[in-house]
Each structure stands twice: as structure tokens, then as C-alpha cells.
């Protein structure tokens, strides 16, 4: 790992380090260290509005000491793949050291260090406390905090079921108070929304799922596909390879019952007019035929995550009563002679408290069927857009079966389909940038599918 300035990652073609700037307000003091870097990773995720990073570096300059880090520097970190150089477009993103990892000696003049980042206004948020009165919908009120006490814009994408809310925000850092008013953040038909920071953005994305399921994929033309024996024949030019996947951990069909997400009874009680709303939630119509009859299930996916025909007993699993659910609210809170509105877990309407379960099950069932892979970076590092988190690609994956013909093959439809991308980690190397996607789905492909070259 002892590598020279001069062979770190500045040496390399597919992307370039502008800067690699570390400053401190303590110590008055800055260092650029883009020549010194061997190797980065940059996560997304969808339930995160901020960015994470891990860095590693070669240390000849007594950097660590000069500096004493001790978790309040800043790194600003910007980047441009080679391709785009020309434009000028280059990601530029503010991160907090907030962790020395470790120091390793390589010999008498170089230690290798690796540290943890976190986008800085995640850290500008931990210093800051919200307890303080919002009204209107829920969307409107997380984006008045993040701009108010992070100067940050936020993109919504979606339409709140709730227009009238009110609430005090109850003694939080800025993110916790979005994050807790998320949960309380759904379309009118149920569908939960995802609050999470990109790369090619700079700012942050508040999108529901429904739009998320409905979007066209931006790999339509150009499917990945995992056929490693047969990448290089011709009728599979039009297709991005899989590098390599993992599927594991699926289908736990089991904690999904268990959670009351397939079949329960809920009872909603309201404290203040003693009335009660009652229900039996059952996931195959209160979810699944919704969503079907939508085509939100996957632009182009036929079967969905759960099978209504299990039966035990004689019974199918979403007719059980598999859990007894019982939540308590009060309602009136902010009603006066002049003016309604909700207060947090209000529902003005009975039968509307639904939209809840509904929320928690297709968040549940989405991850049910998770998969990992890993791509060439390039499709995902642009500083135009977002093309990772909360967006929806095509993936393939050939049938088991031998087949006689290349252009007749068919696919798994198991596996293959319409995949909503959870996380990205996007690891520059000296060579190349690779990205390790987490993609999860709520159906699968018709078992007639084939593969089209």
C-alpha cells in the first residue's frame, strides 16, 4: 500500500480529482491532498438525505499530526468522470471527517489512512435543535426545516395525502425532525415517500414510491444483464454486463407476517371522542391488485412479491388475523372555532388510518426480494442528474434451462424485471469506478419473457 504521490489515483483515466481539499477553522489551515489519494467509496441510500464516504490516503507530510484531526474538519470533494471533462460539470461535495478508521505505518516515511465522511450538513444538523410549530402538509414542513435551518432546497416529488396538518416539532436536530415527520408522509393512496441525498444533485429529493414505481427505467434500450459465458456474442451487444451479483437473504416471507403486513387485525382508537376504526388488513387487495391495476408494480413486471394462493388450512395467509394491532391518537388537538388541522397521527376520515399499514407493508414487501450487483461506475457518475437512488432500471438474468439458440433464450423470471435502486456505493479505484447497486422490486416478469438482442 505504499504508494508515491505520483502513482496515487490522479494517474489513472477514467476520472479526476479537481480537489481534495481538507480545511480546518481550528487550526486556520488547509491541504489538498487529491495526489495523495489511493481510493474512495461514496454511498447513496434511499432512506438517508445525507451522503457517506470512506477515503484512503498515503500520508509522506505529517498531515494527521499537523492537522490533530479531531472529527470537525471538513473535506470538499469534487470530481469529474474524464467524458466530461470538456463541459465543465464536475461533482463538487462539502463532507465532515468524522472518524479516523485507521493509521497503518507502511515503512519510515508513510502511513496509509483511512477515514469516514459524512455530508456536512449532516453535521451542521447534530449542532442545531428545531422545537418549533409547522403547519401544512407534511412535504411543505421538511422542506421549510431543511431551508431554514440547513440552507438546503428540497425536491418534491409527489403529492401529500394530507394538506392540513400542524405540529410541534418536539426537541430535534433538524434531520431527525424530517426523518420523523417522513413517517407521517403519504400519498392519498397510501404510498410512503423516501428522503435521501445523490451524487449528481445538490439538493435533496423528497419522492414518493408510487411515482417511483411508475417511472419509465432509464435503461430501456440497454438492460443489464448477467450471462458471463455469452457477454461477447453479438445478439447481446445491447446490453450493460453484470459484473458480478449476489442474492441472498430473500423472500422472509415469515417477518413479514409476523410484522402484521399480510394478514391482521388493526383498531385504531381515538382517546378523545372514544370512537374506534376497525379493520382487517389483508395485503393481497388492500396492496398487491391496487397496484396492479395501476401497472405500479414495475413498468413492465406482471407478477408480484406475494402469492395469494398459499393456503393453510384451507385459509389463504392474508384472511388470518396473524397479529392484533392496536394504536392509540387523539384528534382535536388544533381545532378551534376558526380553523381544522390534523395533528400527527391524525385521520380525520374513518378508514383512513389504512394508509398507514398500507405504508409500512409495501415498504416491507420491497425489500423482501433485495439483490446486489456490481456495475461499471460510468452510468451512474455524472454531475447532470441523479441516475441511482430512487430510480428504476431493467435487469436480465437467462433462464437456467439450456437452450439451442441464442435469440430464442428465455429469462428468469424470478429474478429478472424492474428493479427500484436502494443504495449505491461507488468505489473509485486507480484503474476504474465500479458501482455496487442494492435493488429491490415488488414483482417479477411473465414467465414467457425472452431475451431481445
Keep these: 500500500m505504499s504508494l508515491a504521490p505520483e502513482k496515487a489515483i490522479e494517474g489513472q483515466t477514467e476520472f479526476k480529482i479537481v480537489q481534495a481539499l481538507i480545511t480546518s477553522d481550528r487550526t486556520q489551515s488547509e491541504v489538498d491532498i487529491r495526489n495523495l489519494i489511493t481510493d474512495f467509496e461514496i454511498y447513496e441510500n434511499i432512506n438517508l ?20 484531526f479531531q472529527g470537525g474538519e471538513k473535506l470538499t470533494l469534487e470530481i469529474v468522470h474524464i467524458e466530461e471533462m470538456n463541459s465543465g460539470e464536475t461533482i463538487k461535495k462539502d463532507f465532515l471527517i468524522d ?18 465522511c459524512i455530508e456536512y450538513h449532516s453535521f451542521v444538523s447534530s449542532l442545531k435543535n428545531v422545537n418549533k410549530a409547522y403547519q401544512g402538509s407534511p412535504s411543505s414542513m421538511i422542506q421549510k426545516i431543511f431551508k431554514e435551518f440547513l440552507f ?10 394530507i394538506k392540513d396538518m400542524k405540529l410541534i416539532v418536539p426537541n430535534m436536530h433538524p434531520i431527525e425532525a424530517c426523518q420523523w415527520i417522513k413517517k407521517r408522509t403519504l400519498t392519498q393512496e397510501g404510498m410512503p415517500f423516501y428522503f435521501y441525498s445523490t451524487l449528481g444533485l445538490n439538493n435533496i429529493v423528497l419522492k414518493d414510491l ?40 430473500t423472500e422472509n416471507l415469515v417477518g413479514l407476517i409476523r410484522e402484521g403486513v399480510v394478514g391482521a387485525n388493526y383498531n385504531f ?17 388492500k396492496v398487491f391488485k391496487r397496484l396492479s391495476a395501476k401497472n405500479q408494480i414495475g413498468l413492465e413486471n406482471t407478477k408480484y412479491n406475494y402469492a395469494p394462493d398459499y393456503k393453510v388450512e384451507g385459509k389463504s395467509l392474508h384472511d388470518f388475523d396473524s397479529k392484533q394491532i392496536t394504536e392509540i391518537n387523539a384528534t382535536g388537538a388544533y381545532t378551534t372555532n376558526t380553523t381544522v388541522f390534523k395533528s400527527y397521527g391524525e385521520e380525520s376520515l374513518k378508514g383512513s388510518n389504512i394508509k398507514k399499514v398500507i405504508q409500512k407493508s409495501i415498504k416491507g414487501f420491497l425489500g423482501k426480494t433485495p439483490i446486489t450487483f456490481v456495475v461499471r461506475g460510468r452510468d451512474f457518475i455524472t454531475a447532470d442528474a441523479n441516475y441511482s437512488i430512487g430510480k428504476s432500471i431493467r435487469i436480465n438474468f437467462l433462464d437456467n434451462r439450456a437452450f439451442v439458440d441464442e ?21 473509485f479505484k486507480l484503474e476504474k469506478i465500479d458501482t455496487t447497486l442494492v435493488c429491490g422490486k415488488i414483482g417479477s416478469l411473465g414467465n414467457s419473457a425472452e431475451v431481445i438482442g
Design 210 to 249: 408510487g411515482t417511483m414505481l411508475s417511472q419509465n427505467v432509464i435503461n430501456k434500450s440497454v438492460p443489464y444483464i448477467y450471462a458471463p459465458s455469452i457477454n461477447s456474442s453479438k445478439s447481446l451487444q445491447s446490453f450493460y454486463a453484470i459484473k458480478k451479483f449476489a442474492y441472498t437473504d
Design 269 to 285: 382508537y381515538d382517546t378523545t371522542t372514544g370512537l374506534q376504526d376497525p379493520f382487517h388488513f389483508d395485503v393481497d387487495s
Design 407 to 427: 435469440s430464442t433464450a428465455k429469462l428468469d423470471s424470478k429474478k429478472s424485471g424492474d428493479y427500484l435502486i436502494l443504495s449505491a456505493k461507488h468505489s
Design 49 to 68: 438525505p445525507y451522503l457517506t464516504a470512506n477515503l484512503h490516503f498515503v500520508d509522506q507530510e505529517n498531515i494527521v499530526q499537523d492537522f490533530d
Design 99 to 116: 472518524s479516523i478508521k485507521n493509521v497503518t505505518r507502511v515503512d519510515e516515511r508513510n502511513e496509509f489512512v483511512s477515514i469516514h
Design 152 to 161: 438546503q432546497e428540497t425536491a418534491i416529488v409527489g403529492d401529500d395525502g
